[in-house]
């Protein structure tokens, strides 16, 4: 597809270059400017593959429009109308870069003759520009994988004949992706362009194998772990797949990259020592800013079960240290920063949905446009103080929550109850249901339910004539054994004593 900026200071004379253009096919955009100063402006900040201009506009003509554009960008194309028919106009014209010019009044056949010439040409050296591309990745890949592996200078030797390895010495941290199956032999193939609009940042992308990918980073002032947990919930949330990362550590150089591999496989073998885990790390020094220890991943998990929980204080107490830790310090690129406190908005949207994911793309996007860091600050905040309104709301209705659960924990206590199943119950996530439990009741869930069980058991006992096995059936123990070390560690006697009255005063007060 072709992107064309229009340049005239007559509208008109726009609108007419714009209808004309509308005939042609494959033009994906046409942008336009009235003036030089304008066109300038758009190509700094746009890609334009061919550009109209008109040769008399003021403060700035044609000519010299082509001149600074081409300067700015050899590969783009560039015709020129004109009302001046003669040969030393387009003597002039050519030598400014100007590939072809248009006689006013336009001549419709001319025109479209004009533009599909310089179309084929604009293609042919896409093609050839995407070729490169496309072989410079693959010796990239090549070269690298096979470095990885072997770690022989005669590799490098090799590769720097083909390729630019100071590209290499930009790499300052990896991350190995690792499927539970084979993943990456049938993903799409822009799972690198899905991952870099998630993360918003550059990297090299090298798949392995089916089941490995690598990613190698160019950021060196940056919290890796934070990244990888972020690539993970991406993945989480897209793929029904089990997924595990390995975060290298930080290095310069590329004569270290088959050693950074190693390390990274080695890490890998963890998850089948700990499979509830999913991200696995090195351990290295955290940042030391202001005299504390500072690392944003564990910034942001306490901030993340802060949210859970819906526990407003901690979570500005927590944003309060990764603000701290970012409004004075320089040496942290703007689209870093931009990246850690989108991850916060990210976590108030995802948990609660309080406001919509509509809502969430619009915040998102508003954060990146941000100039500086006290902006980024404040578009932070004023989406946690919603949070918080959006917060006060929901726990003035927790108690009929609360409510619900202790009455159906009282109807099925002798079921296997547990905070998951509970949280279910009331349509919580279970880090909240815990949270506003012990907020309304003192104690946590799994405490309240021993001691509803523990109070049950005595009734029983005191009441019937049923067996301890029965008792510690109907009060929701399995295991008899376990029921009656439970109840001794809860009323400081056995099941037998309390029954023939010799622990009826003996009751361990300090769980009532």
Not at 409 to 431: C, F, P, R, T, W
Request: glycine share 4%; aromatic share 12%; net charge negative.
């Amino acid at each position: 597809m072709i992107r064309i900026l229009v340049v005239d200071d007559e509208k008109i004379e726009r609108e007419g270059v714009k209808y004309l253009l509308s005939q042609e096919e494959g033009l994906s955009e046409i942008r336009e400017a009235g003036n030089g100063k304008q066109a300038l402006q758009i190509l700094r900040t746009e890609k334009i593959d061919l550009l109209l201009t008109d040769i008399k506009m003021p403060h700035m003509d044609g000519l010299e429009l082509a001149r600074r554009a081409k300067e700015a960008d050899e590969r783009l194309q560039v015709v020129i109308f004109s009302g001046y028919n003669d040969f030393t106009f387009a003597q002039e014209a050519m030598r400014y870069g100007v590939r072809d010019y248009v006689l006013k009044p336009v001549d419709p056949d001319h025109f479209h003759k004009v533009i599909n010439k310089v179309r084929n040409e604009i293609i042919k050296m896409k093609e050839k520009e995407s070729q490169d591309i496309q072989g410079q990745n693959f010796l990239q890949q090549y070269f690298l994988q096979n470095y990885l592996y072997a770690g022989q200078k005669e590799i490098l030797n090799r590769a720097e004949k083909m390729i630019d390895l100071e590209k290499w010495n930009g790499w300052h941290n990896a991350i190995l992706i690792e499927s539970g199956e084979a993943f990456f032999d049938s993903a799409e193939e822009t799972m690198p362009e899905q991952i870099q609009k998630e993360l918003r940042r550059n990297f090299f992308y090298l798949n392995l194998n089916a089941r490995q990918s690598l990613l190698l980073f160019y950021d060196v002032y940056c919290d890796y772990q934070l990244v990888a947990n972020h690539i993970y919930q991406f993945l989480k949330r897209n793929y029904p797949i089990r997924f595990y990362l390995a975060v290298s550590r930080k290095f310069d150089g590329y004569e270290c990259l088959p050693d950074i591999m190693n390390q990274l496989e080695q890490q890998m073998e963890e998850k089948f020592y700990h499979p509830e885990k999913h991200i696995f790390s090195c351990e290295e020094e955290d940042w030391k800013l202001s005299g504390k220890e500072v690392q944003d991943s564990h910034l942001m998990q306490m901030i993340s079960e802060d949210i859970t929980r819906k526990d407003v204080e901690n979570l500005w107490k927590h944003f309060t240290c990764l603000k701290e830790k970012y409004k004075e310090n320089t040496q942290f690129s703007a689209m870093y920063i931009k990246f850690v406190f989108s991850n916060v908005i990210q976590e108030l949207y995802q948990e609660n949905q309080f406001v919509g994911e509509k809502r969430l793309e619009q915040e998102i996007d508003r954060l990146y446009n941000c100039q500086d860091i006290l902006q980024i600050l404040d578009v932070t905040e004023a989406n946690i103080r919603e949070y918080e309104k959006f917060v006060k709301q929901s726990m003035s209705e927790s108690r009929n929550e609360v409510a619900a659960v202790k009455n159906y924990i009282s109807q099925h206590y002798d079921e296997d109850l547990n905070l998951e199943m509970l949280a279910e119950k009331v349509y919580l996530s279970s880090g909240y249901l815990s949270f506003i439990f012990k907020k309304e009741t003192g104690m946590n869930l799994n405490r309240f339910i021993r001691v509803f069980r523990m109070e049950k058991a005595k009734e029983l006992l005191c009441g019937t004539g049923m067996k301890v096995a029965q008792i510690s059936e109907k009060v929701g123990f399995a295991n008899v054994s376990y029921f009656c070390r439970s109840f001794r560690e809860y009323y400081g006697t056995s099941p037998e004593s309390y029954r023939k009255g010799t622990g009826e005063d003996e009751e361990h007060s300090s769980e009532n």
